[in-house]
C-alpha cells in the first residue's frame, strides 16, 4: 500500500474521534457529497482504520463531437489514524481522491497538514524499520540529481556533503519499502499485523518532527 502522510494537530484529535461514531446509515445519503465515511474499526488502542468511499464516475466521449456518457463508480480509500502520535496515513490512489477526502474532514472539524520528511527522518525511517537501502535519488545544492544503488553508508557520506534526500528505496523484514522527501511512504505488505507495526514504527519516529 502507499500512504500519503498528514499530521493532525491537537484541536482536532477530538473532531476525529467522534467521526468514527457517524458513519452513514446509506452510501452518500446526500447526493451532493462526493465522499463518505463507509467503515472505521479501531484496529488496537492507538490505530483507528478508516474506510471513505468516493463517488467518481467514468466519463467517455468522442474526439470530434466532443459528447460523452457518464458511468457512476464507487471507489474506497484506506486510512489509518495514530490517535497518540496524531498522523494520519491515507492511502494515495490519486491527489484528488486525497484533496476530496481532506475537504470532508474539515466540515468534520479535522484538518490536516502535509508532511514532508528530513534527511534525518528518512534516514531514521530506514534505522527504525531495520532496513537496507537498494537505491536512493539524491541531489546537490547546484539541483544536480544523482540516481542509482547505493548503501546506506554512501547515503550518509551525501548527506554530509550537503545533499538532500528525495527518495529512499529499502528491504525491511523481505518487505519492499519506498519513502518519499515528499511525506510519502509505500510497502508491498497490507496483512492487517504488518501494517499495525508499519504505522507505529513511522510514527514514532515522526513524533513532533513531521514538517
Not at 481522491?97 to 531514521?124: A, M, R
Request: proline share 1%; with cysteine.
Amino acid at each position: 500500500m502507499k500512504f500519503k502522510l498528514y499530521s493532525v494537530n491537537g484541536a482536532s484529535t477530538p473532531a476525529i474521534l467522534l467521526l468514527k461514531n457517524t458513519i452513514s446509515s446509506s452510501i452518500l445519503s446526500n447526493q451532493d457529497e462526493n465522499v463518505e465515511l463507509f467503515h472505521s474499526n479501531e484496529m488496537d488502542s492507538n490505530i483507528i482504520h478508516f474506510v471513505f468511499h468516493i463517488k467518481d464516475e467514468y466519463q467517455v466521449g468522442t474526439k470530434i463531437g466532443g459528447s460523452y456518457f457518464k458511468l457512476p463508480i464507487s471507489q474506497y480509500v484506506n486510512a489509518f489514524f495514530h490517535t497518540k502520535m496524531g498522523y494520519f496515513f491515507a492511502e494515495m490512489q490519486n491527489d484528488s481522491y486525497l484533496d476530496n477526502i481532506g475537504s470532508y474532514l474539515e466540515t468534520k472539524g479535522v484538518f490536516l497538514n502535509n508532511c514532508t520528511f528530513s534527511n534525518s527522518i528518512l534516514l531514521s525511517l530506514v534505522r527504525r524499520l531495520k532496513g537496507s537501502i537498494k537505491s536512493a535519488e539524491i541531489r546537490n545544492s547546484e539541483g544536480e540529481e544523482f540516481y542509482g544503488p547505493m548503501k546506506m553508508f554512501e547515503v550518509e557520506e551525501k548527506v554530509n556533503q550537503n545533499f538532500e534526500i528525495d527518495y529512499l528505496s529499502i528491504i525491511a523484514d523481505q518487505n519492499f519499502i519506498s519513502i518519499y522527501k515528499t511525506g510519502t511512504v509505500s510497502v508491498d505488505n497490507s496483512s492487517k499485523d504488518y501494517l499495525k507495526r508499519f504505522i507505529e514504527e513511522v510514527s514514532d519516529v515522526l513524533e513532533n518532527n513531521c514538517s
